[in-house]
């Protein structure tokens, strides 16, 4: 998958359900299922939280928001200056966040993909600031949710 920032049109589609066979075939990578989508881990990992690269890990699920306010406040102000083209985000949180993070939004800078894809969970569930209009993530306000 081409790095964020590159143009739409180089993204690869990936067949999520051959990826997922692959990833249960492998006796290192553990699946498990949440609603309607899957995460795949090596084996292990739940074990060894006290590594610093595995604090780095993120539950895109996860109820805890440790963003502070400042931050929050620079997304609302960001997505209530969206014109009608730039407020339609894809659908889903990993799409929707692939694409916040190409905008280089100074609000995003140096979150991993990860991170952002927790942020639009949250964005969504929590706090709010984003919604569903016809299968497409958009601010809240526009949304039907």
């Not at 292990?44 to 890990?57: E, N, R």
């Not at 699920?61 to 969206?82: N, R």
């Not at 800078?109 to 969504?124: D, E, K, M, N, P």
């Amino acid at each position: 998958v081409p790095p964020p920032g590159s143009d739409a049109a180089e993204r690869v589609d990936i067949d999520l359900r051959r990826l997922r066979a692959t990833c249960e075939a492998c006796p290192e990578i553990e699946v498990t299922e949440r609603g309607s989508d899957w995460s795949a881990l090596l084996q292990g990992v739940a074990a060894m939280k006290t590594k610093p690269y595995v604090d780095s890990l993120v539950d895109v699920y996860g109820p805890h928001d440790s963003y502070p306010e400042s931050f929050w406040s620079a997304m609302a102000s960001y997505l209530q200056g969206l014109n009608d083209r730039d407020m339609i985000l894809p659908g889903g949180r990993y799409s929707c966040a692939q694409e916040l993070m190409s905008r280089s939004l100074p609000f995003l800078a140096g979150r991993s993909l990860g991170a952002v894809c927790h942020i639009v969970q949250l964005a969504i569930s929590k706090r709010k600031l984003l919604g569903y209009s016809n299968g497409a993530i958009v601010p809240h306000e526009c949304s039907q949710s």
